[in-house]
């Protein structure tokens, strides 16, 4: 079981698609006092519902606060719920809400960013306890399903399944990520005219930056440091991590950066995808 939470507007119901189109069977806007009914329903159905995914969230209202007894209860019964928390910044926040032209769920007679703020205080502790979580404030909504799908389409309960982002700082450090690594040691392929049309994706910058006095040293030790981490994980039964690769704006350095650090990790075993958060912003 899969329970989908999250912030109102972070994309909790482009998630719920984006696991019905890969066969789960989605429940949206449970009580939680019905997860542990629902649980024993699927065990019964078997492999009818291989896959069961659970919206809950503060449209739930008063019996939204039961959520975390609800889980602890399912851990008696040896259902070990995972938890996918979808957030978002609350400036991105306030703009879906407004685009869409409805109010906040716990907004009343408030602003919009009064329901946010007494959103984030009922969530929060539920945020920290979640196996994963999804910082959708740069994804549209085809970028959010692709991420989910490559999170949940074929994994296996003992897969550890990591994501190697690039970003750029001048758009923010990640929210959801575990790890960050700063590339801007790198001379940076923006002031060298022939590159800097393209990106790092492309082999004439990918060759400039991997070649650059302290590229390869750093990537060989951050790799083997990365090792014990993931043993760890996996020891301590995390499913999902997030490492974060920046330089300035996302565009060379850390796409390139990030594309070698990911094919390592492949051929380490390691399931990845390698997503380009910020590239093409500029």
Not at 10 to 24: I, M, Q, V
Not at 137 to 147: D, E, M, R, T, Y
Request: negative net charge; aromatic residues 6%; hydrophobic residues 40%.
């Amino acid at each position: 079981m899969l329970i989908i939470t999250g912030m109102s507007g972070a994309g909790r119901s482009t998630t719920g698609k984006a696991l019905e189109d890969l066969g789960w069977y989605v429940v949206d806007n449970l009580p939680p006092q019905m997860l542990e009914p629902l649980a024993e329903l699927a065990a019964r159905a078997g492999q009818a519902i291989p896959r069961l995914a659970v919206v809950v969230d503060v449209r739930g209202r008063s019996f939204f606060a039961e959520l975390t007894g609800a889980l602890a209860s399912l851990d008696t019964r040896h259902v070990s719920p995972r938890v996918l928390f979808l957030d978002a910044t609350d400036e991105v926040l306030v703009r879906r809400f407004e685009s869409v032209r409805r109010p906040h769920p716990l907004q009343g007679d408030d602003r919009i960013v009064d329901g946010i703020a007494r959103e984030r205080a009922l969530t929060g502790e539920l945020r920290a306890r979640a196996d994963v979580v999804v910082d959708s404030s740069s994804f549209n909504v085809h970028q959010l399903g692709s991420l989910v799908a490559s999170l949940f389409e074929a994994e296996r309960a003992d897969d550890l399944r990591v994501t190697v982002m690039s970003f750029g700082f001048k758009y923010g450090t990640p929210a959801d990520a575990e790890h960050v690594a700063d590339v801007r040691f790198i001379p940076n392929p923006h002031w060298e005219p022939e590159l800097r049309p393209l990106t790092g994706q492309d082999q004439p910058v990918s060759r400039f930056v991997l070649s650059a006095e302290g590229a390869t040293p750093f990537l060989d030790r951050y790799e083997s440091a990365l090792a014990p981490v993931f043993d760890g994980y996996r020891r301590e039964n995390k499913r999902y991590a997030t490492i974060a690769v920046g330089c300035t704006g996302g565009k060379h350095r850390s796409v390139a950066m990030a594309e070698e650090l990911g094919a390592r990790l492949r051929r380490d075993g390691v399931p990845v995808r390698v997503l380009h958060r910020d590239l093409g912003r500029e």
